[in-house]
């Protein structure tokens, strides 16, 4: 069952698919009907592509959320576009885990510069951006490409740089307002590329030259993450309509929203203080309405840990893939956007689950009596398929107890025997086969590869329960007999007087993390008395 996902219960009338990306896609939709003057018809969505390491699943999120309110805003009747814009223009502050350690050489360098050290893309920057593109393509994700270096480097982006540039004061005094920083009081917000050591964060930016659309500059050194990142004290001009250099973080947002058209982006709670401030730059300066924003909480890592590129700590969406399918990723962005999750490769199987339970509700399989929650259920299992749903519900085997036949199943005639032991079960009738679950299989079989079994999960047993399991234990410690075992269950809850039903769920829970599953007495026999038994003595602790 699908737990903590944002639903409106309260709203009568369904707005699109019934989803909080529906009614959030509305605001987009009214903010757009309401701007003054002419604007193109067309609605564009945006995410930021970091070009400094390698993407992780936050990363993901952000360009799959940002998805999904085009696919709204669509399903409204509006004309949109996903914007994918690569930050490549940024300088690297540190050397992230698992990158080669000759990248400290190139410290403070716009990514987009530095070579590539694997050797397979023009640049550092491509090759990161490239890992993020790769998993938005594999989900299904459309989208437009746009990228900080080619922005800066045609002088496309020139424009908004002259302008913010002559408003440089008031900048500084709405940063000073918004974030409480004076640097940019009497300081343009500028990072021009030093001509001669080629770092771009250890730059100042002296004086702007508006006729000659240049960037006088010292290379004097900058403190970054607490260390000194040593200047080479170059005195030079960076030309604003060639590459040279970018604006600061604080207002490059405002400038690329205005050239971009952008109308939606979300943001993480982190950078709060930097979208108020590119908000109010945005209206102010370059007189643009600032885009509709939504805000998300941080994936953690099981340590509460924030997931970070910088760390090491990276869960990527490559991961994600190789032991689930791209529903079930989406599934993770879209069903909820507040609260912080903590997140590990061990929620995959969670996930798959979720969507088995999501298509009973869409297919009719498992009857929603609260019509807000349906519509929602369903609504977001429609976006889970970017809203191109199967026609037919598949065949839905616990990803616990593929997991577990192939953990046992001979390394000779291996799909000979989980087929069998499927039919057995009666999860694969007369007319189905094992190409239907091709990739089930492949999933479950990637994980037993790489962690032999699931992380166990400790159900919490009253002492009624606890007396039940110790006397079923008992009962069947003997027994090899399918047959046998089956009927041990049953004996042992009626002797405990508990409804034969709610014993096996309690059985499922135990050995499948599932509220269903196969025939006991096979699957018990099939796994090993002993090893079934082992499990359930763990959760009688």
Avoid at 106 to 114: E, N
Avoid at 138 to 149: D, R
Avoid at 419 to 428: D, F
């Amino acid at each position: 069952m699908v737990e903590n996902i944002d639903i409106d219960e309260d709203t009568k009338e369904i707005i699109g698919r019934g989803t909080w990306i529906d009614k959030q896609a509305l605001r987009v939709v009214d903010r757009k009907d309401n701007l003054k003057g002419k604007h193109p018809s067309l609605i564009r969505t945006e995410s930021g592509l970091g070009a400094s390491g390698f993407p992780h699943i936050g990363s993901f999120a952000d360009a799959s959320r940002a998805y999904a309110f085009k696919l709204a805003l669509e399903d409204q009747g509006r004309e949109s576009e996903f914007i994918a814009f690569a930050d490549d223009m940024d300088g690297l502050r540190k050397v992230p885990a698992g990158t080669p350690p000759e990248l400290k050489e190139h410290l403070g360098k716009p990514v987009s510069t530095i070579p590539d050290l694997w050797g397979c893309h023009d640049s550092y920057g491509q090759h990161m951006s490239s890992l993020l593109i790769d998993a938005l393509v594999k989900a299904g994700i459309e989208f437009t490409p746009v990228s900080a270096y080619k922005l800066y480097s045609t002088g496309k982006m020139a424009p908004q740089v002259i302008k913010l540039l002559t408003n440089a004061k008031q900048a500084g005094e709405i940063i000073k307002e918004t974030t409480g920083s004076e640097k940019y009081v009497d300081q343009i917000p500028y990072h021009a590329i030093c001509q001669q050591c080629g770092k771009i964060y250890t730059t100042k930016a002296i004086k702007f030259d508006v006729e000659k659309g240049k960037i006088e500059y010292i290379c004097e050194g900058e403190e970054i993450k607490g260390k000194i990142l040593e200047g080479c004290n170059y005195h030079g001009w960076s030309d604003i309509s060639k590459g040279e250099g970018k604006l600061t973080w604080k207002v490059e947002f405002a400038a690329r929203w205005d050239l971009l058209q952008i109308d939606f982006e979300a943001y993480g709670k982190d950078i709060l203080e930097s979208v108020k401030c590119n908000d109010r730059i945005c209206r102010e300066i370059f007189n643009y309405e600032s885009p509709t924003h939504v805000r998300y909480e941080m994936f953690l890592d099981k340590g509460k840990t924030k997931i970070s590129k910088s760390k090491g700590n990276v869960f990527t969406p490559q991961d994600w893939f190789k032991y689930g399918s791209s529903q079930s990723l989406a599934l993770l962005t879209y069903k909820r956007m507040k609260g912080t999750r903590t997140l590990s490769v061990v929620d995959i199987p969670l996930y798959m689950s979720e969507m088995d339970y999501l298509e009973d509700i869409f297919f009719g399989r498992i009857k929603e009596k609260n019509q807000a929650r349906k519509r929602s259920l369903i609504g977001l299992y429609e976006y889970c398929w970017h809203l191109k749903p199967p026609e037919k519900p598949s065949i839905h085997i616990p990803y616990s107890l593929l997991v577990n036949l192939i953990s046992v199943a001979p390394d000779t005639a291996r799909e000979e025997f989980i087929e069998s032991r499927l039919r057995l079960y009666g999860y694969l009738k007369e007319d189905a086969s094992l190409d239907e679950i091709a990739e089930e299989i492949t999933y479950t079989s990637n994980w037993v590869n790489d962690f032999k079994s699931l992380e166990e999960t400790k159900s919490v047993l009253s002492n009624e329960q606890k007396v039940a399991i110790k006397m079923l234990i008992e009962r069947i410690e003997n027994i090899t007999n399918a047959d046998s075992i089956q009927t041990a269950i049953f004996e042992t809850a009626k002797t405990n007087q508990i409804q034969p039903r709610d014993f096996f769920k309690l059985l499922y829970q135990i050995l499948l993390n599932s509220n269903r599953g196969p025939k006991l007495g096979p699957y018990i026999s099939t796994m090993g008395v002993k090893n079934v038994i082992k499990t359930l003595n763990k959760n009688l602790l």
